[in-house]
């Protein structure tokens, strides 16, 4: 009897930790309105935190403040001169240590967007690529060039197996939802005509057939190929990207400048947090349901890792400092825009969006759900000079000059984006300040 019950336990054992290794495994997928994991669609903010231009014993003060910024990605490249310095030889020690960089983003519960490159820019010495691939016989760089294919190929596929191996992308219970092939291309692709057109559509096959199970992106590629997802990189891609190149792809943000990165002779590089809550503001007003601020953490250019002329110390201007501190108000004012788009995460991923142009400055953005209360608004006023009143259902609201009101539930305001440090855990409305006129919708 003894062995029997035993043995039922140790069975009930394995039953449970095999279905629970089965329920961390997700299935990532996306529609026209945003990534679908695990059938679900999700409101992605991201930031950039590169694992090189900080030190291992940083990255669990990094990622929590992150996490407690509002997050629930870290984006990051991966690195190819740092990892292959040599033909052959291998450095993945240190900070140039990338799965436990992944693991720890894992483990303290965040997604991970891989932009895997291999050319990565960055204001990072030779764009990333390794100075022994220069010389390689008869090699054009980022082209349709069967000796740079047979390096780049043999690069991506190592760094695609080594987080297979580790099991760290989602369908294997890891965290990584999202790989990123290329960078930029768009800016040079003209110049090599229809090798630059080849060159595209064999990189997105070849990334798509290393069996990643994850979407890839190309940021900054219109003709994005097939499945591979174009993405904006700007200030302010709410108005400038012209959309994805598919009805069935989502709207993506994959570098939300926080600033600008500094060369020697700069004086500090600033964006104001106003601007940039505007902008994440705008963008998911307008169907986007991802933003990566680039840099979230900038972090240090160790020895001779940077680009020509940048500083060592690099987007010192993003919410977390060189040294991983927060800088306010940037940190706690985009803080407050995450929280204001999750309560609005209902109607922004299920609604059905309508818009309302008052006049040339003022808007109203509505998503509801047919036969429900489900209901988020926008109220923008584009003037960068004048305030102004909006009359929205019966009630008249107050809008700062070059601001935007999130309205939860179609009725209360619990972000304006001109407001610093909102009242959204007090569960009131900011007072938004003198009205010169009164326009009624």
């Known amino acids: 009897m003894a062995i029997r019950v035993c043995v039922f336990t140790l069975f009930a054992l394995l039953v449970v930790s095999v279905f629970a290794h089965a329920k961390d ?36 003060d990094i990622i929590q403040k992150a996490k407690e910024g509002g997050l629930n990605m870290i984006q990051t490249y991966v690195f190819w001169n740092a990892h292959e310095p040599e033909e052959g030889k291998f450095n993945f020690e240190g900070n140039y240590d990338l799965v436990k960089f992944i693991k720890l983003i894992g483990d303290a519960g965040l997604y991970v967007s891989l932009r895997v490159g291999p050319f990565i820019a960055a204001e990072w010495n030779q764009g990333g690529f ?35 191996k580790e099991k760290l992308f989602a369908p294997q219970g890891g965290p990584i939802i999202m790989a990123q092939i290329e960078n930029e291309y768009d800016s040079v692709q003209l110049a090599y005509r229809e090798m630059g057109i080849k060159y595209v559509h064999w990189a997105a096959n070849m990334a798509m057939g290393l069996g990643a199970g994850v979407p890839w992106v190309m940021c900054k590629q219109d003709d994005a190929p097939g499945p591979v997802i174009n993405t904006c990189n700007g200030r302010h ?27 020697f002779g700069d004086p500090p590089s600033q964006r104001a947090a106003e601007d940039i809550a505007f902008a994440v503001a705008r963008f998911f007003a307008k169907n986007g349901t991802h933003t990566n601020y680039y840099m979230y953490h900038g972090g240090t250019n160790f020895g001779r890792t940077a680009s020509s002329f940048v500083t060592t110390r690099y987007y010192d201007e993003a919410p977390l400092d060189e040294y991983g501190l927060l800088r306010e108000p940037k940190f706690g004012h985009l803080r407050d825009v995450h929280r204001a788009l999750r309560l609005s995460k ?19 953005r509505t998503y509801e759900k047919p036969g429900t209360d489900i209901c988020a608004a926008f109220l923008t006023n584009n003037n960068s000079k004048t305030p102004a009143t909006v009359n929205f259902r019966g009630q008249d609201y107050v809008l700062h000059q070059k601001s935007i009101s999130i309205l939860p539930d179609c009725k209360t305001v619990v972000f304006n984006t001109q407001t610093e440090f909102s009242s959204i855990k007090e569960g009131k409305q900011t007072e938004m300040g003198n009205v010169p006129r009164n326009i009624k919708f």
């Open 25 to 60: 495994k997700k299935n990532v997928t996306y529609d026209a309105r945003s990534l679908i994991i695990d059938g679900q669609r999700e409101l992605l903010f991201s930031g950039s935190v590169h694992y090189p231009r900080s030190t291992p014993e940083m990255w669990p």
């Open 130 to 164: 390794p100075y022994w691939l220069r010389e390689v016989p008869n090699i054009t760089l980022r082209s349709y060039n069967e000796p740079f294919k047979l390096h780049m190929e043999r690069y991506v596929k190592m760094i695609v197996d080594m987080m297979k």
């Open 237 to 263: 891609c709410g108005d400038t990207f012209p959309g994805p190149n598919s009805p069935n792809k989502p709207s993506l943000w994959t570098e939300n400048w926080t600033a600008q990165y500094r060369v």
């Open 346 to 364: 209902k109607a922004l991923l299920w609604g059905v969006p309508s818009v309302q142009k008052i006049n040339e400055d003022l808007e109203i």
